[in-house]
């Protein structure tokens, strides 16, 4: 079984920043893609930003040169820098994995965390 737990969320006033943490655990071979996904009242669920095993990104244009994904492979963590935030960020930040388990990949989902900025 994989488990991702999240933590860094949190209210903050606009213009300010936040640093949202995604670890795995449980018995796996390796990660390859990680994740932030993003998910506001009333609308779908959509990506923020991913990072490959090898560390290539990419980003939603809503967050392009505000937001910074990373990732430890030995902590086999992810994290996502958020600057100058606004109030349209506000949403529940889900982090996901693709994990792999012996000869399977498996998309695993982090509980969520809330990030509220104010105006």
């Known amino acids: 079984q994989v488990q991702l737990v999240e933590s860094g969320g949190g209210l903050v006033q606009a213009g300010g920043s936040l640093r949202l943490s995604c670890a795995a655990s449980?018995?796996?071979?390796?990660?390859?893609?990680m994740g932030w996904y993003r998910q506001a009242p009333g609308k779908q669920r959509e990506l923020v930003a991913r990072?490959?095993?090898?560390?290539?990104?990419n980003y939603a244009d809503s967050v392009k040169g505000r937001f910074t994904i990373s990732r430890d492979n030995a902590k086999n963590t992810v994290y996502l820098q958020m600057n100058s935030l606004t109030p349209e960020d506000t949403a529940v930040y889900y982090c996901?994995?693709?994990?792999?388990?012996?000869?399977?990949?498996?998309?695993?989902w982090g509980q969520g965390t809330q990030v509220t900025v104010s105006s």
């Open positions: 996901k994995a693709r994990v792999r388990v012996i000869i399977a990949t498996t998309d695993y």
């Open positions: 449980g018995s796996f071979f390796s990660i390859n893609d």
């Open positions: 990072i490959t095993s090898d560390r290539s990104t």
